[in-house]
Structures are given as C-alpha cells and as structure tokens.
C-alpha cells in the first residue's frame, strides 16, 4: 500500500504512526469497512483477520455522481442513502434506511412508539425491510421476557413481515426452523448485510455489520419507530478514523487480540459518533452472502481521515481487557496470577464457526497431553448453524473429531441453546449467567460492572485462545503458554 508518509519504528504499544488528518489525504487500495468495532471474519489458518475482497481493478467513482472532493466510504455510503452528490463530516442528512434490525428487548417498545405517533392502524414503511430476530431474552422462564417474543409474533403477524425469525417452542430450539439465534451474527448468516447500504438497529453491537463495508450503527426506540413509520433517519455524517493494519498474525492471534487492541489505543470513547475504517496488509477478503446485487465502496484516494492509526500486527501479543471496561487493555501474561472461576465462550464476537474450531483446536491439542479444564466452561453458539456446526465438522487434525466431542473430551459443558446468553446477564435463570460475586474469562464483548449477571463479577475479555489457555489452567493465561 502507498502511504503519504513512511512507517516508522514500531512501538511498545505497536501503533506504528498515529496521525491526525484532518488536513491531509490518504491513498486507499485495500479493503476497508465502516463503523465496526468488534465483528470480523477469521480464516481457518487464523492468520487473517478480513472483511472484503481488495480492489483488484480501478475504481469506480461515486455512484452519486463526479467526485468534487475525495470522500470516504462512508460518506459515499450515506451520500447515495441521501440522494447527494456531495457529503462532508458534520452535514445532518435525511438518509434512506435499506434495513431496519430489531429484537425481544427494543422491538416492544420501537413498536408501541410506532403506534402511538403512526396510528393503531399504520402499516411499516417496507415490510421486506425489517428484520426482527429474537435472540436476548429467549430460553428463560421468565414471564416478562417470554411476553417479549409474543409482543413481536402478534406484530410481524399484524404488519405481514417477510423475516421473523420466530421461536415458539423453547424447550428445544431445533423444533423451531425459522428462530436463527444472535441477531448480529444471524444477519450476515441470512444475508441481511450488503456493501454500500445502510443498516440501522436497535442495539449498541449493531456497528458489527460494518465489517460487510456497509454504514451500520446502533439507534434508540424513538428512531427506530421514526423509520418504521417512513424508512427515513435524520443524520450526522460522521468522520472517519483509519486504522492501518499491517505484519503477519501470528498463530496465536485472534481477531478478538486486535480489537483489544485497538480500543486499548482510542478508548470505548474514542469512536463515539465517528467511522471506524479498516485497511492494511492483514485485512484480506470476506465473500459476501446474499442474494441481493450491491455495488462494493471503497474510500477515494484523496479521502480525509480525521486520524490514522497504523499497527504491524506481527508484533502484537495476546491481550485481555480487566474490569471493568473493555478499553482497561493489558497482556496477557500480566495477568497470570488472576484466579478465575469460570470460562464462557459465545456471543455475537465469540460465538461463531471460527470461533468454536480454534478453541476445538487449542483442546485437541492439549487433551493428547492429558489436560482438561480446570473450571466450568461454558459455551454458546451464536446461531442454530453455528450449533450444527459444532457438531457435524470436523477440525482439522482431529482424525474426524468433531468440536463437540472435543469439548465433551476436555470436561467443558454440553454446547448450550443459540442466543445471546449470559453476555448481557439476562433473567437470573439465564444458562451461564454470573448469580455470585465470580472472575469469568469471556469471549463476549463488554464486562462493565454486572454485565454478566452479578455486579460483582469480574470479567476479563479474551480471545477463543486465552480463554480455552485459561479454562486448563484456572488463571487467566497466555495462550503462547501452551502453543511455543
């Protein structure tokens, strides 16, 4: 890749060059993504942590019209959503919403504000663009929450929604065909996320989406019942902060190691109201699932970034965030005296394919030396394929070993229904949650006080890697421990 300006050594911290350009213009010819903060693809090698194919051709110029002046992609982005041909940070815009995401926790609400401002009797903007998974509060006993899912039933029924991704039968997920699981997970899964569109959603996580090189964001209830009623939201364009990441991954990072790292660098705050984009040499291709056409966009090459920050992967060790914030970023291995008394692997970030077969493949190896777990290990596909993942493919070196009969060797838990879990603590019934004052290794994505259930507990975020290290330890460890 060009640079306007030479790398320089690289740091302690591994941030290469941080650059504020606010002023200046960088040359852009990898794949980026916009607006997403802790969802990325990892190949099977677990070297590569990628988002799109790279432009392998010249670009094309902005849909919207002549480029004036350079745009990033997400200007681009919500240029065409605006029907502009021009967009800069700080321009408020009507923009045209192509997915509108809601589920059991705000989708009540979204839809009572709907009716209240619409009418009784009001009908969506566009039922084929909405879509409403239940995922949060699901497999509970908990009446309030099992209201939730009926709330969502009677509406998508009322309004003839295309995707409701309906549970009935929460006694055994597998009876249900049509309920998918995380909600961020499953609409890439079902092929919801498309490059150069806009998504919205009811959730803070919804910014994951911008791995598929779409504006993705989080909105509240109020806005999400603004765009059912007409498919439009007032916004600010945000500027953009790139993030240049280049080296080899080590075996013994995950993609999770990098976004610690990277929020251990601008703080949770750090990209608040601002476009996260991703380039470099370690960012390589992710195919795309849908059925919709979309059109890839990429920044233009005299796009101005509000900063830069450049990484040589290759240097990057594994990390954990301590409580009780995911930007309180320290090494691994200076965590090695941290008693722990359970391990959780799942969520929207640690709960996918990739993430189950690299923990699979850290247990295989330790189980031919004899090891198991140490602590109850919990774990939580993201999705109902994600769970017949965990049971029908086999991992690579295993002699035809699936991931869940790895686990079951290993001494973890039986692999739990799909959904969001004991991630956001849940009814006091939830599988996993945190009910004592207990340190937990995680692969979920917050660990602010009581996020898992007890507002005691005390969460460290890892990768798959660390935290499989740290269940046949019990301490919080360096998976290198047992790799090297």
Known sequence: MTMASSPVVVSSSLVVEKKDAGLSAFRSQAATFAFSASASKKRASAKIVSVMAPQQSERKPSTTGAVKTGMTMTEK??????EKSQLSPGENVWVNV???????????????IFKKEF?????????????VIPDHYIFTNDERANRNVDILRDFCTEQNIK???????????????????????????????????????????????????????????????????????????????????????????????????????????GATYKA???????????????????????????????SEYRFDVSKLEPLVAKPHSPDNRALARECKDVKIDRVYIGSCTGGKTEDFMAAAKFFLLRYEMGKKVKVPTFLVPATQKVWMDIYSIPVPGSGGKTCSQIFEEAGCDTPASPNCGACLGGPRDTYARMNEPQVCVSTTNRNFPGRMGHKEGQIYLASPYT??????????????EFLQ
């Not at 997920?173 to 998918?180: E, L, M, T």
């Not at 935290?467 to 360096?478: H, I, N, P, W, Y």
Request: negative net charge.
């Open 119 to 131: 009418g009784e009797n009001a009908k969506v903007w566009d039922s084929e663009k909405l879509v």
């Open 467 to 480: 935290a499989a290290a740290s269940a046949l330890t019990g301490f919080v460890t360096d998976p290198r």
């Open 77 to 82: 982005i919500l240029a065409r959503a605006s």
């Open 276 to 306: 996260m984009e991703f380039v470099g040499s370690t960012v390589e291709s992710l195919t795309d699932k849908t059925s919709v056409p979309y059109e890839p966009v990429y920044s233009d090459g005299q796009a101005r970034f509000l």
């Open 163 to 269: 995707y409701f991704y309906d549970i009935k039968d929460i006694g055994d997920f597998r009876a249900n065909p049509d309920y998918k699981g995380v909600c961020h997970v499953a609409l890439a899964q079902e092929g919801h996320c498309r490059p150069g569109e806009v998504l919205l959603g009811t959730d803070s996580h919804t910014c994951t989406a911008g791995a598929f090189g779409q504006f993705a964001t989080g909105i509240g209830i109020t806005d999400a019942g603004f765009v059912l009623g007409t498919g439009k939201l007032l916004l600010k364009v945000p500027p953009t902060l790139r993030f240049v990441m280049d080296g080899e991954m080590p075996d013994y990072l995950l993609a999770k190691d990098l976004i610690l790292q990277i929020i251990g660098e601008i703080s949770v705050a």
């Open 98 to 112: 192509d997915i509108l995401m809601t589920h059991d926790v705000c989708g009540p609400g979204a839809f009572g």
